[in-house]
């Protein structure tokens, strides 16, 4: 099992910058990969970055050059870094881990707010 702990979210002007984080705990050893994916209100969930066990991202188009994805594996913290932010970027944004137990385990956070106004 793997529990997922996020923080950071809230209401930011256009251009501001919010850093997201993600805590995860339990069997950390099973995890193959950790992202976040967002949901704005009436839309489906999209992927906004991963990082794989072995370091590498990748984020959607939208948003790079603006948002920056990062561990602390002493930590066992995942953090979004937001810079210029858009309304658009504006959803409840879940951390997501995929663990290997046998098969393949999808984790969720429990979601935070991030609101950009124009």
């Known amino acids: 099992q793997v529990q997922l702990v996020e923080s950071g979210g809230g209401l930011v002007q256009a251009g501001g910058s919010l850093r997201l984080s993600c805590a995860a705990s339990?069997?950390?050893?099973?995890?193959?990969?950790m992202g976040w994916y967002r949901q704005a209100p009436g839309k489906q969930r999209e992927l906004v970055a991963i990082?794989?066990?072995?370091?590498?991202?990748n984020y959607r188009d939208s948003v790079k050059g603006r948002f920056t994805l990062s561990r602390d594996n002493a930590k066992n913290t995942m953090y979004l870094q937001m810079n210029s932010l858009k309304p658009e970027d504006t959803a409840v944004y879940y951390c997501?881990?995929?663990?290997?137990?046998?098969?393949?385990?999808?984790?969720w956070g429990q979601g935070t707010q991030v609101t950009v106004s124009s």
């Open positions: 339990g069997s950390i050893g099973n995890i193959n990969r």
């Open positions: 990082i794989t066990s072995g370091g590498s991202t």
């Open positions: 997501n881990a995929a663990a290997t137990f046998g098969i393949l385990y999808m984790y």
